[in-house]
T-cell receptor
């Protein structure tokens, strides 16, 4: 079974803190994604990566950066957390050329 | 412009009846794919069904079928014989934007909350 693991299920951070959300997949997938999910807005793509050190901006990259130094790990970084970044964050991975994307369990981040 | 439109924020259905969840999409890429995912209250995203733009027949997976109407750019999900466990949020998604071979991004709609009544 493909496993996508996000480092935390729940996280509370203070405004201005630097926040790291980690995602690890165990199936050697080329593609990895970070989404945020908000009620009434669905899933919005923040960043995606199609190879190590390769990244592309999604629809809402402002306030975020990413890092993919190893194939299995894709990190989302909030350089200076703000309250409007309170949300559910979902990581996903997919084999290059594959169809199904596999999701982690999500990280519910609260910025106070 | 929205790439994926789900016009039904919420739907109700009686147990054992069929229900159709609407999805329309917008793309100029001739090669694309459409997905449906289910998200129960526990939060995990569960892949249900996939339809490629060149597939000749509508996709089916058990009680799920995808009513693909290419000219209308619609990809509605049909759930037959609804069960109480089908109560969840349902997301339509599209792959597009071929990058470096076969890598592409996934774009999601806003979702439809389905409630199955006993």
């Amino acid at each position: 079974d493909v496993k996508v693991t996000q480092s935390s299920r729940y996280l509370v951070k203070r405004t201005g803190e630097k926040v790291f959300l980690e995602c690890v997949q165990d199936m050697d997938h080329e593609n990895m994604f970070w989404y945020r999910q908000d009620p009434g807005l669905g899933l919005r793509l923040i960043y995606f990566s199609y190879d190590v050190k390769m990244k592309e901006k999604g629809d809402i990259p402002e306030g975020y950066s990413v890092s993919r130094e190893k194939k299995e790990r894709f990190s989302l970084i909030l350089e200076s957390a703000s309250t409007n970044q309170t949300s559910m964050y979902l990581c996903a991975s997919r084999e290059g050329g594959g169809t199904e994307a596999f999701f982690g369990q999500g990280t519910r981040l609260t910025v106070v | 412009a929205q790439k994926i439109t789900q016009t039904q924020p919420g739907m109700f259905v009686q147990e054992k009846e069929a229900v159709t969840l609407d999805c329309t999409y917008d793309t100029s890429d001739p090669s694309y794919g459409l997905f449906w995912y289910k998200q129960p209250s526990s939060g995990e995203m569960i892949f249900l069904i996939y339809q490629g733009s060149y597939d000749q027949q509508n996709a089916t997976e058990g009680r799920y079928s995808l009513n693909f109407q290419k000219a209308r750019k619609s990809a509605n999900l049909v759930i037959s014989a609804s069960q109480l466990g089908d109560s969840a949020m349902y997301f339509c998604a599209m792959r597009e934007g071929r990058l470096r071979g076969s890598n592409y991004k996934l774009t999601f709609g806003k979702g439809t909350l389905l409630t199955v009544n006993p």
